[in-house]
Every structure is written in structure tokens, then in C-alpha cells.
């Protein structure tokens, strides 16, 4: 799997962003899709996931509410819809699969194979 992370970019405070995640590989559908964050000098934080066994999907408490992630099948992408953005949002963003599917899983960075190359958006207050 071949994953392509797009979206980022500078914005206001309360301001929007989507990101997109290009995949490819036969076996994308067989992934869970899930989007990480790393701030300068702190480690990688999950963000937001979807299951590909039952599309459940979860959030990290930080950003429940802001951000939606979906997934679009016929196109081979995953997007990070990103609502009222603040200042503690800004980092890299990272698109990642994962081939598990439970909840302590895919909520873990050492439970993914395969990762985007980042795509950075900075929060102005």
C-alpha cells in the first residue's frame, strides 16, 4: 500500500482545512485508515480512524467534535475534515494503514505498516 497525504497548509484560528490521503495497492480495502499528528518535539499522536471491518470510526478526545474522517472507496481516498481549528492543532499530519481493526489496535502508531509522507498545517492564533 502507497499512501499520498495532501491538504495542508496556513490557517486562522477557527478556520477550516481537509486533508486527503491517496491510496494504492490491492490491498488498501483490507486496511484500517487512520490519521496521526506530530507537533514539534513531541512524539506522534493518533488523531482520527476508520475501521475497514465495520467503518467504525474514532477520535482522540482533543479533536472529537472538529474533525471527521471518511473514506472514499471509489476514488481510493481518506480525508481529514478539519472544523475550528486552533493553534494546539498545528503539526505534520500523517495518513497511515493499518491491518487491524479493534479499538487498542488502530488507535496505536506501532500497529500501522504503512505511512504517508506528512503534509504540515500551521494554526495561526
Known amino acids: 500500500v502507497q499512501l499520498q497525504a495532501s491538504g495542508g497548509g496556513l490557517v486562522q484560528s477557527g478556520g477550516s482545512l481537509r486533508l486527503s490521503c491517496a491510496a494504492s495497492?490491492?490491498?488498501?480495502?483490507?486496511?484500517?485508515m487512520g490519521w496521526f499528528r506530530q507537533a514539534p518535539g513531541k512524539e506522534r499522536e493518533f488523531v482520527a480512524v476508520?475501521?475497514?471491518?465495520?467503518?467504525?470510526?474514532y477520535y482522540a478526545d482533543s479533536v472529537k467534535g472538529r474533525f471527521t474522517i471518511s473514506r472514499n472507496e471509489a476514488r481510493d481516498t481518506v480525508y481529514l475534515q478539519m472544523n475550528s481549528l486552533k493553534p494546539e492543532d498545528t503539526a505534520v499530519y500523517y495518513c497511515?494503514?493499518?491491518?487491524?481493526?479493534?479499538?487498542?489496535?488502530?488507535?496505536?502508531?506501532?500497529?500501522?505498516?504503512?505511512w504517508g509522507q506528512g503534509t504540515l498545517v500551521t494554526v495561526s492564533s
Open positions: 497511515a494503514a493499518s491491518p487491524y481493526y479493534s479499538y487498542s489496535d488502530i488507535t496505536s502508531t506501532i500497529k500501522y505498516d504503512y
Open positions: 495497492g490491492r490491498a488498501y480495502r483490507s486496511y484500517s
Open positions: 476508520k475501521s475497514y471491518r465495520d467503518s467504525r470510526t
